[in-house]
């Protein structure tokens, strides 16, 4: 596709309930990143992939935060048991390679999570 | 570890005025620096990067120049615009980070008044 896309754009829960967050890459993007938006925190890395590896999970809150990615494309997060401190908007990145610090990260629109 | 600050906001200013948001950083290795922008009811795009000492990025009319010595980037507009208002996030990525993952600033939020 032309850009980053995520699904949904919205989603409301409840707390205790598990949720899964959607991200489409950029066609060909071998990179791709999930951070977290919060007012409490700013901006947050939470996991990278390289392909469909992830070499740098150090950003995952708890174990109650897992991710996959899957053909080398399409990655779900995934939350179990739903906090209210997980609300937040949750954001997808893709890069060409990942390797080089000086790629451009380009970002999807997020998907806005509120646990009631 | 490393770290971004810049400048808490909001920063409110006239049309035409000078722009400047303050940003600095701490890294182990050599970091390349971006600004990042977040226009009202839209996602992260990039606004402009740099990726050695010296450097100078610009785009739109910002610029922002790496500063090893000070280890500082600042973003600097000359004349802004009401269409500049929007939330600016400074962020490195460090060859000391696996991958390249960026560290984001706070944000700084810049309204601009007509």
């Known amino acids: 596709g032309a850009g980053v896309s995520q699904s949904p754009s919205n989603k409301v829960t409840e707390k205790g309930k598990d949720v899964e967050l959607r991200c489409d890459p950029i066609s060909g993007h071998t990179a791709l990143y999930w951070y977290r938006q919060s007012l409490g925190q700013g901006l947050e890395f939470l996991i990278y992939f390289q392909g469909n590896s992830a070499p740098d999970k150090s950003g995952l809150p708890s174990d109650r935060f897992s991710a996959e990615r899957t053909g080398g494309s399409v990655s779900t997060l995934t939350i179990q048991r739903t906090q209210q401190e997980d609300s937040a908007v949750y954001l997808c990145?893709?890069?060409?390679?990942?390797?080089?610090?000086?790629?451009?990260?380009?970002f999807g629109p997020g998907t806005r999570l509120l646990v009631l | 570890g490393d770290s971004v600050t810049q400048m808490e906001g909001p920063v409110t200013l006239s049309e035409e005025a000078f722009l400047t948001i303050n940003c600095t950083y701490t890294?182990?290795?050599?970091?390349?620096l971006f600004w990042y922008v977040q226009y009202p009811g839209e996602g992260l795009q990039l606004l402009l990067k740099a990726t050695k000492a010296d450097d100078k990025g610009s785009n739109k009319g910002f610029e922002a120049t790496y500063r090893k010595e000070t280890t500082s980037f600042h973003l600097e507009k000359g004349s802004v615009q009401v269409s500049d208002s929007a939330v600016y996030f400074c962020?490195?990525?460090?060859?000391?980070?696996?991958?390249?993952?960026?560290?984001f600033g706070q944000g700084t939020e810049l309204s601009v008044k007509p």
């Open positions: 962020a490195l990525s460090d060859l000391g980070n696996q991958g390249g993952k960026l560290i």
């Open positions: 890294a182990t290795g050599y970091p390349s």
């Open positions: 990145a893709s890069s060409l390679e990942g390797f080089a610090v000086q790629e451009t990260q380009y």
